[in-house]
């Protein structure tokens, strides 16, 4: 192990309960000094992960379980209207908006890594696309989940503990200042990393700082929350950990790590 990994892993262990933005500033230090392992960027990556192509007329996936099936967590009004109004929303807009901006069939996360050229309107919709699309599927009826595997082996080398990891992700959701949304990604040096973003900005997109592939989201909009829970948004955060769906967490884990080795 290096000094670097070392320091590094010093820096997990001491980690405060208040240290996301240290967290995160300190980690992206440690990123630009090392080299990548893998010797690929992230947009080469992202390229071969393009899963959902433009079309104009881009469909929410069906919901993989019931409105009420995520009860007590979130609540069956919540889930509805998230779904059917806030989801259905940025679907029919994003669809609207890449017509009108030409962006031609490309795939999605084509698009998000170069969304800099776009409208603004139409990152916010696309994002609220996808990060919903992705959120839908990382949530399951709570059965006692917990990771496993290769994905807790990450988890554990990457934040100390899963316990820690906990801690910092849902940190990132709490403080997150208005609404955004809370990650875990794989990076280009395929590492776990934890970030937040503010609206609907995901780790794809070129003008977000802590770029990755996301493989845990957690969306920190009232919307989400507020019927339920009102201002007490981290309540929220700690009854999502009861609904991850880690198994769906996994797969996409393996599937980054496949597309960047
Ligand atoms: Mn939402």
Known sequence: MTTEQNSRRDFFKKASLSGIALFVSSRFSFAAKASSPVG?????????????????????????????????????KTMEIHYSKHHAAYTKNMNEMSTAANTGSKPLFQLFAEIDKYPVPLKNNAGGFYNHLLFWTILAPAAGQVPEGKLLAAITESFGSFDKFKEIFSNAGKKQFGSGWAWLSVDEHAKLVVSATANQDNPLMSTTEVKGIPVLALDVW????????QNRRPEYVEAFWKIVNWKEVSRRYDEALLAIK
């Open 40 to 76: 690929v960027s992230l947009d080469q990556v992202i390229s071969k992960l393009a899963e959902y192509q433009l079309t104009g007329q881009s469909k929410q996936n069906p919901l993989p379980y019931g409105y009420a099936d995520l009860e007590p967590s979130v609540d069956t």
């Open 222 to 229: 009232e919307h989400a929350y507020y019927l339920q829970y």
